[in-house]
């Protein structure tokens, strides 16, 4: 019950899980991981198949949790949303360790389709903006940061 409670789906007690969406289930699958105390949490694309407000409630939930219990959370993922609020990143290429670094270290990396990555949206939008003209930093910015430096700009 306790852990039902720490992610939120202690409503949800006695609801039938074929009734449950994908991100109630994946709340469900953590809450039964949680339960066992594990020192570390490991996810594999545990957002892929939630819809965005699946993948933020199941974002949030999770950091909720790894500050809350002081677990250790390794998150297998291919979403850029989640990899920024990371402590560390490590990316792998053809099995081989490429980078291990913060998230601002790496996103503020020029070679990032190099190696496999997209380019963050923050950035490609600063790029835009300052190719129009806008006076912006270089390197990487979150999209709250970017948010910010542009309501100073105004």
Known sequence: TESLDLVGMLDFKKREPARLSGGQKQRVAIAGVVALRPAILILDEATSMLDPEGRSELIQTVQEIRKDH???????????????????????????VESTSSPRELFSRDDLDQIGLDEPFANQLRESLRETGYQLPDGYLTEGELEDKLWELL
């Open 70 to 96: 002081q677990m250790t959370v390794v998150s297998i993922t291919h979403d850029l949303e989640e990899v920024a609020m990371s402590d560390r990143v490590l990316v792998m290429k053809k099995g081989q």
